[in-house]
């Protein structure tokens, strides 16, 4: 059942999927007609979209995920009254959300520093990471074994990580385009790879309501005005 009672308290364990079934179903179910939380779950689910980008996957640390799971589970077996346990529950679960995450970002944002090409993450691309949008998986169209994802966050802005590329040339470079339909294809992001092919870069994202493709293509350096090589990665429109 539905009540006027928000379920904030409940969302940050929805979108890591901590909740037991019964809970799901009631954050799910008002969800469905609440704006407010809906929005707030977004935030959420960008963040932990986010994290793993296209890096070999960075499991959270044992002890934190483990502490979160049992805390939330005691607290639902001992039914007390419903804002008694928010009162209660509220602050530790959500410095233990805050904790994991916070551990497992520095891991990741470590393993970008020593990686990737160019300019480190830093504070503007966690703060990026924080704001509403989506995730597009670019896979390897040309390059099997290739793969790259893209945060797109819906008010502007993105980065991308990628790996499996082969590196090149000085007088070559790869870019990211957005393909549109009627419209020439914009540049989104010019990049090389390291050693491993790995790379991370920030991206500028254009109007996706005409784009129907994002690919990465091999074009002369500095940058082609528009793609001449084959897509090596390509995914379908994220409208």
């Known amino acids: 059942m539905v009540t006027d009672d928000h379920v904030l308290d409940d969302l940050a364990a929805y979108a890591l999927g901590s909740l037991e079934a019964s809970e799901r179903a009631r954050v799910e179910t008002h969800v469905a007609s609440c704006s407010m939380c809906a929005g707030r779950l977004g935030e959420y689910r960008a963040i932990a979209g986010a994290l ?3 890096l070999p996957p960075v499991a959270p640390p044992a002890a934190a995920w483990d502490g979160i799971v049992t805390a ?3 607290h639902q077996r001992a039914r007390v009254p419903r804002r008694r346990w928010l009162r ?18 520095v891991s ?3 393993e970008l520093t020593r990686r990737s090409p160019g300019p480190a993450p830093g504070p503007d691309v966690e703060a990026l990471s924080r704001r509403p949008g989506r995730i597009v998986i670019l896979s390897g169209a040309g390059t099997p074994g290739a793969s790259a994802r893209i945060f797109l966050a819906v008010d502007g802005g993105g980065h991308l990580a990628i790996s ?3 590196p090149l040339p000085r007088e070559r470079t790869y870019q ?6 009627g419209s020439p294809p914009v540049v989104g992001a010019t990049f ?10 920030k991206v500028t994202v254009p109007s996706l309501a005409d784009v129907r493709e994002i690919i990465v293509t091999d074009e002369p350096a500095p940058g082609s005005a528009a793609p001449t090589g084959r897509p090596l990665l390509a995914a379908p429109s994220p409208g």
């Open 164 to 166: 499996g590329l082969a």
């Open 192 to 201: 090389s790879v390291d050693a491993s092919g790995r790379a991370w870069a």
């Open 52 to 54: 793993p980008v296209a």
């Open 88 to 105: 209660a529950a509220r602050w530790p679960a959500i410095a233990a959300l805050a904790a994991s995450l916070l551990l497992w970002n």
């Open 108 to 110: 990741l944002h470590r």
């Open 176 to 181: 990211l385009w957005f393909v549109r339909t």
């Open 72 to 74: 939330a589970r005691a």
